[in-house]
């Protein structure tokens, strides 16, 4: 019967295996010296940076800061604490000067002057979806700024200006990623990636942005269970108990409301269960949801699967057809 526990693991075993793997992937496959690793402050790129340490020693892990002007107050503060815990080298590399230097700052108020036209300096802003859960809705993404003066506006935007203020932002974890390969080929390293299973399976990931790593050590995790090995592996609890944001736009936001319909507990059951086939009738009082709301889920995980597709795809080539899985074999959370 499905409960809240299919998603425990023994994060000892978890743990050994995936060093296990990081060493015989640097070392044997890719014939790397040690890995590189983009630090945000947040649960994920933590236990990364933990699980490389393991595997490769401290000497052999390097982690990149990289802030630039839209990033919280925090996020420096809480890598620089984790490397100090890891006892890792750490290099700041501020990305804001390429970002203005490429147009990234200026091609977004661009976009947002489009629907906000006195937006301007001093301004903030941030991208939401409304709540799937009380009523069917498609995925249509609404924009927030906030005034110097404190006063916040909500419109939807009209498809051009949001494609093109995506379009800019990317340019942020496309510079980090370009960043990291800078600092792994000087050093012969390879360039670890932190996402998890949840943001891999759902598209949260920008294509050859943070999407692009030689190896991806808990892609097979769901984000639940990234937290209990984060508890065994010691990471500080500053980091584990700070909520999952985006750290993209000037205004503060969650995950939650940029992207997924419910907090990460709720959301990796609900994809857990909408793969095994758990009925919504079955999933809804395990999450404290309706049924209908249970099923309106379900139906957001298969339209953002749909949306999302092409960044799954390695380039295509003439001479065959390429095809793509979406998700990690299902034995690989059971060797893991």
């Known amino acids: 019967m499905f409960s809240s ?3 425990d693991i023994d994060a000892p075993s978890v743990a050994a295996h ?3 793997t990081i060493d015989a992937q640097v070392r044997g496959v890719l014939r790397r010296r040690g890995v590189v690793v983009g630090l945000s402050g947040g649960v994920d790129s933590s236990v990364v940076a933990a699980l490389c340490v393991r595997a490769l020693g401290p000497r052999r892990v390097l982690g990149l800061f990289m802030p630039e002007r839209d990033c919280s107050d925090d996020a420096l503060a809480l890598g620089r604490l984790l490397a100090d815990h890891l006892g890792i080298e750490a290099v700041v590399e501020d990305v804001g000067s390429t970002l203005d230097a490429i147009g990234c700052y200026r091609r977004q108020d661009e976009a947002i002057r489009q629907v906000f036209p006195a937006y301007g300096d001093g301004w903030r802003c941030k991208l939401t979806l409304p709540s799937i ?3 069917d809705r498609f995925n249509v993404f609404q924009l927030t700024v906030e005034s110097p003066d404190g006063k916040q506006q909500t419109s939807r935007m009209p498809p051009a200006a949001y494609l093109q203020l995506v379009a800019a932002t990317n340019f942020k974890q496309r510079t980090r990623k370009m960043m990291e390969y800078y600092h792994a080929d000087r050093l012969v390293y390879a360039v670890a990636g932190t996402p998890n299973r949840l943001e891999y399976d759902q598209g949260f990931f920008v294509k050859n942005g943070d999407g692009a790593a030689d190896i991806k050590p808990i892609g097979h995790l769901y984000k639940t269970q990234v937290y209990q090995l984060a508890e065994h592996l010691g990471v500080p609890e500053e980091i584990t108990s700070r909520p999952p944001t985006t750290d993209t736009f000037s205004m503060s936001q969650t995950q939650e409301e940029f992207y997924f ?6 959301m990796d059951l609900c994809l857990w269960a909408h793969d095994h086939d758990v009925p919504a009738a079955e999933l809804a009082p395990v999450i404290g ?3 209908a709301q249970a099923e309106r889920v ?3 995980i298969e339209a953002k699967r749909r949306t999302t597709r092409y960044q799954h795809y390695a380039p295509l080539f003439v001479t065959k057809v390429d095809s793509v899985s979406l998700l990690p074999p299902d034995d690989a959370v059971a060797r893991a």
Do not use: A
């Open 289 to 291: 949801l309706g049924e």
């Open 133 to 135: 859960l009380d009523s």
């Open 5 to 7: 526990n299919v998603l």
């Open 18 to 20: 995936i060093q296990r």
């Open 298 to 300: 379900y139906r957001d």
């Open 261 to 266: 319909s419910l907090p990460y507990q709720q």
